[in-house]
């Protein structure tokens, strides 16, 4: 059911939200936390809530999609309320925030918060440049970011090391699980060696690549380079060099991944790119601060080859990448 | 065992994104072309499969008696994932799961074949990389137990070396009554350790009923009033709304008592009723479960604790069925019963008075498996009497299935004017049921046997209790004429109702 309230008030929508509540005759709701999607009116909004639907199968939430639209319009609030079959298992309010209201978003949201249940703020395009300070983000107990959606995705990511506080997290991280899971498993196997040298190969405005490379940083603190691929592939290898032999995971299509090491023959692995709606999922799976990425983010910096933004490393990656 | 020699450096508890993936194995499944093995069982390992959870180079071994090559195997596997499987079929997936599938033909006492299973084994190790790790599955009849395990055993796939696991999985009926488990058990124990035999019981592999243990032990709301001073009595129920169609051969002689009281009902009430584990080890779980276990004890005289029922034809959800005695494969005067009824009671402090009324049936009037702890009515009503003549008792539901969650039944006052208290319910759904990233519990078994993570699957001893628990109640029923018929579609014989009617209680409608 899509019920809209054109140019209205906060209390005329949990009023709405009240009544529809009572015809449909639910006694109780099963909602774990409130959803905030902040994004501007574009397409963007239908793209977010799908895979918000998505992920409120596994977590029933309330989703808020604040929607920023003109500027220079005049104040009014359009609110549309979604819910059953529309919203998949969870309910839905679009609010579309025009003229000087469009900057007032944490205004509107909080009356409409969940009493007494976790807020995620989810910025599915650009985020603002300290998301942990920004009104709306202060809401919230946890604040995902997507740098890989920034125009500038590795400068974004630059910027969420900057403004790191307890509670970001931004999807390259979640894209980059599978990875981290087959890299961890196969340092289970023998021979049990230490890793000597790392390299991590992807796309040069890749952000997961950086993560990946970070990450591997952080918990080896070994010598780690980053190494570019042609653009548009993800992340195309990871390497870890020992002595005995290297293990090496390879998905040069962006599909299947090839996981070599010693004393093993070599085998073939499923790894597509995850869709949003599988990240966003894990990410509202625990909301607690996530030390690993912390960790991951921090050690970019000691990570060989990276461009950080700074055109010296430019010059020097694009001299190592030359084919 | 999946433990490393020594810490892996990538690996740190708090890092919980990272999912546990099985190491290099394999599965060897005995009966592929069952029913559980083509619905649950294939299904549940392309998922699996699907969520990235198993090793690279997973291998899948099918041996049967069938004249198939491993193409002929791999398509029914194929099939089974495509019409059975939860999560989406992906074509890359599924080519790499393929890469694994071999097929072994061979009747169980054909030495020759069971040679040729050992060197596919041995290959699967070299081409795949399966690393001497393997798990068989034994979806076959108990009967074939002994010629299987004889066969593991002289062909030296039940032994490995090192660091190499071997385990082998079971599915219930374990056994038919104390006896027959203790001699089933022999059989497995001469051929495989007790750590490396995993018994599977679906139900402990549900989300729902590992919730028990959360919503017992991690909440302060519900431990304080979880015993006799507070509960009147609990009702733990399994309904079917299904018949025996085609297992009626199988499920002639066996019933309803040993198929799911035995272990699936036994298995909530231990849940329910134990005491809190110091941790969440498999050998603290285990241990309070066989503590609950051994304070179980049934209720006497069992002519009056006990009922038992067949189902006659009748009108089931709006379809005419037919009778359990009419339903081929099941013979005219079988005793066999399709609805059991038993009270017990647990002997400790904790529970002490308290009845635990167990129920379980074919054609039932729905579909419905659930715990619900009856609380004790309000010492003193301060109104008049006709205000709460609608008061019933407290009740706390916890649904197992279909629709996973939680009840609470409390009284309410009724809007206007008079002071008029009635029943409500509040409901709790977690919305994990049909989630693409939920696991189902063949998934969730399935994985922690290759990951050798032992919690949820019961031991010997639970096995042995459980029966020791029932045997008497067989016992009983044998010396008694048949079973009571009941009209398909209705909530059981009459002699439930009087079961529990004795005690001033009535079952609830679930």
């Known amino acids: 059911m899509i019920v809209d309230l054109p140019s209205t008030t906060t209390s005329a929508v949990n009023h709405a939200l009240i009544d529809i509540r009572e015809r449909g005759g639910a006694v109780a709701l099963g909602r774990v936390l ?54 998949g298992a969870s309910e839905v309010l679009v609010l579309r925030l025009y003229g000087p209201l469009a900057d007032h978003g944490d205004s509107v949201v909080v009356p409409l918060l969940l009493p007494d249940c976790p807020v995620v703020a989810w910025w599915p395009g650009v985020a603002p440049p300290i998301p942990a300070q920004d009104p709306l983000g202060k809401l919230a107990q946890r604040r995902i970011t997507d740098a890989a959606a920034a125009p500038h995705p590795i400068r974004a990511l630059e910027s969420r090391r900057v403004s790191y506080a307890d509670g970001d997290t931004d999807l390259a991280w979640s894209r980059l699980t599978p990875w981290r899971a087959l890299l961890a498993t196969a340092l289970d196997l023998p021979p049990y060696e230490d890793v000597d040298t790392v390299t991590v190969t992807g796309a040069a405005d890749n952000p997961s690549a950086d993560l990946l490379a970070g990450w591997l940083r952080s918990r080896l603190h070994v010598p780690v380079r980053r190494r570019t691929s042609p653009p548009g592939g993800g992340i195309s290898s990871a390497s870890l060099e020992r002595r005995g032999g290297a293990v090496e995971l390879v998905r040069p299509d962006g599909k299947v991944g090839t996981l070599r090491q010693p004393g093993q023959p070599e085998r073939r692995v499923p790894l597509r790119r995850r869709p949003v709606r599988e990240c966003l999922a894990e990410e509202l799976r625990r909301l607690e601060p996530d030390e690993i990425y912390q960790a991951a983010l921090q050690a970019m910096t000691e990570v060989n080859g990276r461009r950080s933004g700074a055109a010296k490393s430019i010059r020097s990656d694009e001299r190592q990448g030359a084919p | 065992m999946s433990a490393p020699h020594r810490a892996n450096p990538l690996l740190d508890s708090r890092d919980k994104r990272l999912p546990r993936i099985a190491g290099p194995c394999g599965v060897v499944v005995f009966g592929v072309t069952g029913d559980l093995s083509r619905k649950k069982l294939m299904p549940a390992i392309y998922d699996l499969a699907n969520r990235g959870l198993l090793p690279p180079g997973f291998a899948l071994v099918g041996f049967a008696r069938r004249d198939w090559a491993d193409e002929n195997f791999a398509e029914l596997v ?25 097929f072994v033909p061979g009747s169980f006492d054909d030495d020759g074949a069971f040679d040729d299973l050992a060197s596919v084994i041995s290959e699967l190790d070299q081409e795949q990389g399966t690393g001497g790790n393997h798990a068989f599955y034994l979806s076959i009849p108990p009967a074939m137990f002994p010629v299987v395990l004889k066969q593991l055993a ?81 009702q733990i129920t399994m309904a079917e709304d299904i018949g025996l169609a085609g297992r009626a051969g199988y499920y002639d002689g066996i019933g309803a008592a040993r198929d799911v009281i035995q272990n699936h009902l036994l298995q909530l009430l231990a849940l329910t009723a134990m005491e809190e584990p110091l941790s969440f080890s498999p050998e603290s779980l285990r241990g309070e479960k066989i503590k609950v276990l051994s304070a179980t004890k049934l209720v006497e005289p069992l002519d009056e604790t006990t009922a038992r029922g067949q189902y006659t034809a009748g009108w089931q959800g709006g379809t005419k069925v037919v009778g359990v005695l009419q339903e081929s494969g099941f013979r005219q005067d079988s005793p066999t019963e399709t609805f059991a009824a038993i009270t017990l009671s647990v002997d400790n402090r904790r529970w002490a008075g308290v009845p635990f009324f167990l129920r379980t049936g074919k054609r039932l009037g729905r579909r419905v498996t659930e715990v619900a702890v009856i609380f004790k009515r309000a010492p003193h009503l ?118 529990i009617a004795k005690t001033g209680r009535v079952w609830r409608r679930p």
């Not at chain 2, 190499?164 to 009926?173: A, D």
């Not at chain 2, 019981?201 to 304080?224: M, S, W």
């Not at chain 2, 002071?419 to 759904?429: A, G, K, L, P």
């Open chain 2, 382 to 499: 301060p109104f008049e009497k006709t205000t709460t003549a609608e008061l019933g008792q407290n009740a706390l539901v916890i649904r197992i299935q279909p629709d996973e969650g939680v009840t609470i039944r409390f009284g309410s006052k009724v809007p206007g004017t008079a002071m008029e208290v009635r029943d409500v319910t509040m409901d709790f759904r977690y919305g994990m049921a049909f989630t693409e990233s939920s696991p189902e519990a063949y998934e969730r078994l399935l994985l922690d046997v290759l990951l050798g993570e032992p919690s949820l699957f019961p031991v010997n001893a639970e096995v042995e209790l459980s029966w020791g628990i029932l045997d008497p109640v067989l016992e009983h029923w044998a010396k008694q004429n048949g079973p009571e018929p009941y009209p398909a579609g209705t909530w059981g014989p009459p002699s439930a109702d009087r079961m």
């Open chain 1, 34 to 87: 409130t959803l905030v999607i902040i994004t501007d009116d574009s397409a963007q909004v239908e793209h977010s809530i799908e895979a918000a639907n998505e992920a409120s199968k596994e977590h029933p939430c309330r989703v808020l999609v604040v929607a920023r639209g003109l500027k220079r319009a005049g104040t009014r609030l359009d609110a549309q309320i979604r819910v059953g079959g529309d919203a």
């Open chain 2, 154 to 234: 002289r062909t030296g796939l039940a032994t490995h070396d090192g660091d190499q696991w071997r385990r082998v999985v079971i599915e219930k009926p374990f056994g038919h009554d104390l006896r027959s488990a203790r001699e089933l058990n022999d059989i497995v124990s001469s051929v495989f350790d007790e750590e490396s035999v995993f018994r599977i019981d679906h139900y402990l592999g549900k989300e729902t009923v590992q919730n028990i243990l959360a919503l017992r032990f991690a909440n302060q709301l519900y431990e304080p009033i979880w015993n006799s001073n507070y509960v009147d009595h609990v």
């Open chain 2, 78 to 102: 194929h099939d089974a994932v495509r019409e059975h499987a939860r999560t989406p079929f992906r074509e890359e997936v599924w080519t790499r799961l393929s890469e694994g599938i071999r």
